[in-house]
């Protein structure tokens, strides 16, 4: 199709990114949309690589924009942030102006301020999503021009000012749909993991979160005795005393295509609390071990994540102190040896994630779009 031919097709511009965390779950929402809507799906991201290669294998036509991080703390940098994020703007309005979508739909991050500033300002309609129990500072900015604001929680909306809760609906987190078709039994023979062992799945992010894959390799001995334990240690996870495959351990630096497969199997999840973690392995109905991120270097997001699962009975949550590799270790047993607790928490984790969020925000954004078209032939 000509360029002229692909902007007379009706258009919904997604934009979001800085971390995997802000583009997978919008992907899902636009795979959810693409099932009931055949118009032009565009995203509007950074100039990552990673982000422009997972864009273009969903399909999705990518435009990268200037962006600048935006920061909570006084640093030299924010100077020449100041003049990307500017860049991004206007960057952005001549995006827009050219594909004239019928909404923006933000999944956050530090590059989707300068979309959703750009859309306002051309009064485009702004729907935006927050996956994290206390919202982002980008949330916050583009929370102020957004007419739909999609959170997880319900306990989110009274961290928005007054004026804005009214806008505010809580839908859960948006995960691949895949996860649905997980096949334990394809899990457990991935894993090689024995028939009637227990699954610990330890989930260490990416890169490998330092503090939990040390907790975990002090654990094994322990954890191994009673349970097999899959351990997703990130790619730049240093060879630890558990480094060797066990006949109870199996240590991945990266999942792939498996992982429906290995979240199916697994009897009890331990790892952080990011919104992802808990949204895709909530909904497969898990009990979680949580280890939040804290301290200076983080917003404490994680660990008001994990508060609302621990509160729902789904987590025990080991922070400080707590965590321990000795406390780790019953914490996690103490849930395997109780098969009723770990229904419970099971149960309890799928109903703090809810249900198809994915759908959920597509469907909204399809009654706008329909909404907007018909008010474009009603100025015809």
Request: aromatic share 6%; hydrophobic share 45%.
């Amino acid at each position: 199709m000509s360029s002229k031919g692909r902007e007379t097709v009706p258009c919904v511009v997604f934009t979001g990114g800085g971390t995997g965390g802000h583009v997978y779950p919008g992907l899902a929402v636009a795979a959810r949309l693409r099932e009931a809507w055949d118009g032009r799906l565009v995203w509007i991201g950074s100039g990552k690589e990673v982000e422009r290669r997972a864009v273009e294998a969903a399909g999705i036509e990518f435009l990268a924009v200037p962006s600048g991080k935006l920061r909570r703390e006084l640093n030299f940098r924010n100077l020449a942030d100041a003049f990307r994020v500017l860049a991004g703007y206007f960057a952005s309005r001549r995006l827009l102006k050219r594909l004239r979508p019928a909404l923006v739909f933000s999944k956050g991050g530090y590059v989707s301020v300068p979309p959703c500033a750009a859309a306002a300002s051309l009064g485009i309609p702004v729907f935006t999503h927050e996956s994290d129990a206390t919202p982002g500072l980008a949330t916050r900015l583009n929370a102020r021009r957004a007419e739909r604001i999609f959170v997880a929680y319900e306990a989110t909306r009274e961290r928005f000012p007054v004026a804005l809760r009214a806008r505010v609906e809580a839908l859960g987190n948006p995960v691949r749909a895949d996860l649905d078709s997980g096949d334990a039994a394809r899990g457990r023979a991935f894993l090689g993991a024995d028939e009637g062992v227990p699954v610990i799945l330890v989930l260490g992010g990416s890169q490998g979160a330092r503090q939990v894959n040390g907790l975990v390799e002090a654990a094994l001995p322990k954890l191994a005795a009673e349970a097999f334990v899959a351990h997703q240690c990130g790619e730049a996870a240093a060879p630890g005393s558990a480094a060797d495959d066990g006949p109870r351990y199996r240590r991945l630096p990266f999942i792939g295509g498996e992982y429906p497969d290995i979240v199916a199997a697994a009897d009890l999840v331990v790892g952080r609390s990011g919104a992802g973690t808990l949204s895709e392995c909530g909904r497969a109905g898990k009990p979680f071990v949580l280890v939040p991120l804290a301290g200076s270097g983080t917003r404490g997001d994680q660990v008001d994540n994990a508060r609302i699962f621990e509160a729902a009975g789904a987590a025990l949550v080991l922070t400080g102190e707590d965590a321990t590799p000795e406390r780790l270790a019953d914490a996690a047993l103490g849930i395997l040896r109780d098969e009723a607790k770990a229904r419970r928490m099971g149960e309890a984790s799928r109903q703090v994630a809810g249900g198809d969020a994915a759908r959920a925000i597509a469907t909204r954004i399809l009654e706008r779009v329909g909404k907007a078209g018909s008010e474009t032939e009603a100025t015809r």
